[in-house]
């Protein structure tokens, strides 16, 4: 087996973005959003309704994480490669707290690290079952109180779980040794996007703040805010209509156009899951709540299953569906421990069978902790 120190210190940097591009179905998807907020009536105001809420009790809390988690990043100069290397022997704590941060990095960062063959297949188990991908955000930006109840559960569960594998899994999966994974290319440079998307980020913060402490803006105020939150939506469309990276931002960005970035792959998400359920609830007569309410005992399970999906923005509807009242902590809890975020795709590129059983090793504790909740705590966190 390679030295710990075998490890790649710096991956080549990825190229530079030059000439965006948009995307022909994102631009499409954008231009049907902007249909529907254009419609007359009661469809058109209930599409610039859910825009207003999507990006003032969501995007604008999503954005002020992101800019100060990478912010804080970039000040502190953390090198989450090098923390890994540093702890041989606490490869699996070490690893389930990389997993453990917000975003997908310190995943992304294991699960390259054990394609070299320098951590444990426990501690590639332990960065995934801790890992919440880009749903943490969410969760940190509107439910504070439970995302600190999942991170920490999470991280308790990708702990043991990862002792558990090494204890009793002793056959070691070889994948792309000596690779490291570019998770992104690089924008290198703060752009006009980024600038106006900070700039209505800023006074939808406020709005954000007013509205989650109750106050009232008043009539010019309630009228300023729909503007700030169609145009900062419209900033958002544009920014993921011409995105030149998938989801995950590269770490060599500056903060500001990662936050822009990623804000803008989470806020569409969030807005499909807002625009399905307003429509849903308003037009087809249909009560989504009774519907989850009736699935009982199947929340849990449903939540592991959707955690199997590769991607973050499944499981930011999870999120989204939590945060609305849809779903109880049980089934959130159970997708956060099964689902392995953007993580996935770089575990299956560069060591498939690894990642296959790396991911349903973590659908064991999620079943565990997902029913133990929805049986004995049903209440909790809800």
Known sequence: MTNLTDLPRKAAPAPLVRNLRPHPLRLALVALLAALAFLPGAPGA??????????????????????????????LGLDLGEILRRNRHAQVPVAALLGMTPGCAGAIVVTAAYSAG?????????????????????????????????????????????????????????????????????????????????????????????????????????????????????????????????????????????????TAFITIWVLAAYLAFGYVEAFAGFDLAALFKGLGPLLPLLGVLIGFIPGCGPQILVATLYINGLIPFSALIANAISNDGDALFPAIALNPKAAVIATLYTAIPAIVVGYAFHFLAPGFMN
């Open 46 to 75: 209930l599409t610039r309704g859910l825009m207003h809420d999507a990006y003032v009790g969501v995007s604008v809390f999503v954005a002020a994480t992101l800019f100060l988690v990478y912010g804080g990043e970039r000040l």
């Open 118 to 262: 320098n951590v444990s297949l426990g501690a590639l188990v332990a960065a995934l079952t801790g890992t919440m991908g880009d749903a943490a955000f969410l969760l940190l930006a509107t439910r504070p109180d439970a995302a600190a109840a999942v991170l920490s559960i999470s991280l308790v569960a990708g702990i043991v779980t990862g002792l558990i594998v090494d204890r009793f899994h002793k056959t070691r999966y070889n994948g792309r040794a000596g690779t490291a994974c570019e998770i992104a290319p690089r924008i290198g440079r703060v752009r006009l996007r980024d600038i106006l998307f900070a700039a209505l980020a800023v006074p939808g913060l406020g709005l954000g703040l007013m509205d989650a402490f109750r106050i009232d803006p008043g009539t010019f105020g309630t009228m300023a805010g729909q503007v700030i939150a169609l145009a900062g939506m419209a900033v958002l469309a544009w920014i993921w209509a011409f995105s030149p990276v998938p989801a995950i931002t590269n770490p060599a960005d500056p903060p500001l156009p990662r936050a822009a970035e990623e």
